[in-house]
């Protein structure tokens, strides 16, 4: 070989060093969950907002490639949030982020977890990876992982505990039902607009609203709901029945919507029918 070509070869082998030299002076990019938050809660599904961050130390802009991301819940895979394209860019000395929407069922994670119509609280994580586009690396993996606790909401379970005539006159009757009203989950709740309603033979014999309950995570309370029913409203036959000593089929209704200071959540319609005999 002569020292012409030698000279040649040798000067590109020390300018693919400079260049590889200059590529190992580039930062990895550090990227982090910074937050899960819930956009949209029901007693039927809940949406997650995804936060994925992602700071560029270089004195110059990247690209993210994708996103690669798994939700898990009870540290089982339930669903994947896949982006493969995406226009998140990082600015040079800086960092950005990007809200990835997820929205689960509950009848869906139902059917994944046993038991989990028997908890209140599930654990759950975001694991994967986020991909950035570096210079002449190509395409470069970041790990990110996130893990907290998800609430499970739970309808109120109201129980009918007694329905009595308390007293009869000559004008009219007066009617008690008692309920127990018992807020099974990790937060309060409170029942706005409580419509209630008492049927007998076919014909509504009372009904009421009370604007607002409020109910603490766990408790239960007591509701008694007092009518007062006049002849004139019930019509004489009804009101011979129920001035009567023989028993009386009496449909109890009562319908209200499940309401919470929880981020995100959606106002829930409750409904409770039952039937009672009543006895004097």
């Known amino acids: 070989?002569?020292?012409?070509?030698?000279?040649?070869?040798?000067?590109?082998?020390?300018?693919?060093?400079?260049?590889?030299?200059k590529t190992l002076?580039?930062?990895?990019?550090?990227?982090?969950?910074?937050?899960?938050?819930?956009?949209?809660?029901?007693?039927?599904?809940?949406?997650?907002?995804?936060?994925?961050?992602?700071?560029?130390?270089?004195?110059?802009?990247?690209?993210?490639?994708?996103?690669?991301?798994?939700?898990?819940?009870?540290n089982s895979v339930l669903t994947s949030i896949a982006q493969p394209d995406t226009s998140l860019s990082i600015p040079a000395k800086g960092r950005s982020s990007v809200k990835l929407p997820v929205t689960l069922t509950f009848d869906q994670v139902l059917a994944s977890i046993d038991g989990l119509d028997k908890k209140t609280e599930v654990d759950y994580g975001v694991k994967g990876n986020v991909i950035i586009n570096l210079p002449v690396l190509g395409d470069f993996k970041m790990p990110v992982d996130y893990f907290d606790v998800l609430p499970v909401p739970k309808p109120p379970e109201v129980a009918f505990e007694n329905l009595s005539v308390d007293s009869v006159g000559f004008t009219g009757v007066k009617l008690s039902v008692d309920l127990d009203i018992m807020n099974p989950n990790v937060f309060d709740v409170r029942l706005e607009d409580v419509n209630y309603q008492l049927k007998a033979q076919g014909k509504t014999i009372g009904q009421g609203n009370i604007s607002s309950m409020d109910f603490p995570q766990g408790k239960k309370k007591s509701l008694s709901i007092p009518l007062s029913l006049s002849v004139g409203d019930m019509g004489t036959s009804l009101y011979r029945v129920l001035a009567g000593s023989g028993p009386i089929e009496v449909d109890v209704i009562m319908e209200a919507n499940v309401d919470t200071d929880l981020e995100g959540w959606k106002s829930t319609p409750l409904k409770f029918e039952t039937q009672q005999v009543l006895n004097r």
């Open 1 to 21: 070989m002569s020292l012409k070509w030698f000279s040649v070869i040798f000067v590109l082998l020390m300018s693919g060093c400079a260049s590889l030299e």
């Open 25 to 74: 002076d580039v930062s990895k990019p550090e990227a982090s969950v910074a937050s899960v938050s819930i956009e949209r809660l029901s007693m039927e599904s809940i949406t997650l907002l995804v936060e994925v961050e992602v700071e560029n130390r270089n004195a110059f802009k990247l690209n993210a490639a994708g996103f690669d991301l798994d939700l898990m819940l009870n």
